[in-house]
């Protein structure tokens, strides 16, 4: 019986299992640690090369962040897939044209809103107005560069056939606002009996909500719904410009209601603006749970550590001793997921009065360009 001395020390299941596609910027890799390389006409030769080199004992160059780690004596997301692969299947580990078990396809940029912590690379609002003019931000100046763009429908045509012959057991949608987007509705039609997991910010008409209800039943998939909001009311649509909070609402109460899925996802990002609002921002988790006791609401709160200026170490520190006294005090009724981690960046993070003044002058120019205003309580709490 094969165990892990009969396996090369370079070998790592992810490129077989996992495969990530950039339509728009021609993009290519395994698992969501590997480095993206551009191929030209389809991604099929660069990922069997990559195999090759770690079947023969080659640290492939993709899987560089791994290697870094494991040089530091740190556990490594290869070593942790390691810890759970059935030895027993590496023999169809040795045919470099195994099908991958995971797809994820991110479509572009195209979006309806502009997240005030996005950048061009994710929104096409976002790109429309760099273009238009650049904003005065020094410490994340890279973040906001506008990247070559391909003909995102050639590209899809020329690769989809072969993304269908992978036959994934599930396949990942993402990419600025996907259900704005044609092409995902090309490929969501084409699926049946597979797991369908979309990220999506939810700000789109009652009638797409239902277009993807339909898709779900008719075409038997098993629907993940991600939701990305972080915050609620006015100072949701101060951070996420374009978004009718109401309507987002509704449409997550009306999906809830409809949707054969029985776990609906709401991600988080928690900036040094968005946390500000987190004690309604829970209260409001709490309610959608309380609404539909049936489904399983999965909170997952992530910490903002690009762009600098609104991570955390842009919040003063007496506002971040007192959100950390609110969070730790507030007695959730629900399961909040990544909370610790929250909890642990605010502890960790140092004022940086350079970064601050950073996000000060963002903020002032976002103002200005936008005509909407931050809170007079939210001011404050920044020292603004």
């Given at each position: 019986m094969l165990n892990q001395s009969d396996i090369p020390n370079t070998f790592c299941p992810a490129k077989w299992d996992e495969l990530i596609v950039n339509y728009q910027h021609n993009y290519v890799y395994s698992c969501c640690k590997a480095t993206p390389i551009v191929f030209v006409n389809n991604y099929k030769d660069i990922i069997r090369d990559q195999k090759l080199n770690l079947l023969n004992g080659v640290q492939d160059?993709?899987?560089?962040?791994?290697?870094?780690?494991?040089?530091?004596?740190?556990?490594?997301?290869?070593?942790?897939?390691?810890?759970?692969?059935d030895y027993r299947e590496f023999d169809l580990y040795r045919n470099i044209d195994k099908s991958v078990k995971s797809l994820e396809i991110n479509l572009g940029n195209t979006c309806n809103m502009q997240c005030i912590y996005c950048n061009p690379k994710f929104s096409s609002q976002w790109e429309d107005d760099i273009r238009h003019k650049k904003y005065p931000v020094f410490t994340d100046r890279y973040v906001y560069e506008i990247s070559d763009k391909k003909d995102i429908r050639s590209i899809m045509i020329s690769n989809y056939e072969i993304i269908k012959k992978e036959n994934p057991s599930s396949i990942v949608i993402l990419g600025g606002e996907p259900l704005l987007n044609k092409y995902f509705w090309e490929i969501a039609d084409s699926l049946t009996d597979i797991s369908l997991s979309l990220s999506t910010n939810f700000n789109c008409d009652r009638a797409v909500v239902q277009r993807l209800i339909d898709l779900e039943k008719k075409n038997n998939i098993n629907l993940e719904l991600c939701v990305s909001i972080d915050c609620t009311a006015t100072l949701a649509t101060f951070n996420r410009l374009g978004i009718d909070y109401n309507q987002f609402v509704e449409n997550v109460r009306y999906f809830a209601t409809h949707c054969r899925a029985n776990t609906i996802i709401i991600s988080s990002l928690m900036t040094a603006i968005t946390i500000l609002d987190i004690e309604n921002f829970i209260i409001f988790l709490e309610s959608l749970q309380a609404l539909f006791p049936d489904k399983t609401f999965i909170n997952s709160f992530?910490?903002?550590?690009?762009?600098?200026?609104?991570?955390?170490?842009?919040?003063?520190?007496?506002?971040?001793q007192a959100l950390l006294h609110k969070?730790?005090?507030?007695?959730?009724?629900?399961?909040?997921?990544?909370?610790?981690?929250?909890?642990s960046y605010l502890e960790s993070s140092k004022f940086d009065i350079g970064l601050h003044k950073q996000l000060t002058q963002f903020i002032n120019e976002w103002e200005s360009r936008k005509q909407i205003t931050l809170d007079k309580q939210y001011r404050e709490q920044l020292c603004l």
């Open positions: 160059k993709s899987c560089n962040y791994c290697w870094k780690v494991e040089n530091n004596n740190k556990p490594s997301r290869r070593q942790s897939y390691l810890q759970k692969f992530h910490a903002c550590v690009v762009p600098k200026i609104q991570s955390f170490n842009s919040i003063p520190d007496h506002t971040r969070i730790k005090n507030f007695g959730a009724k629900i399961k909040l997921q990544g909370i610790d981690n929250i909890i």
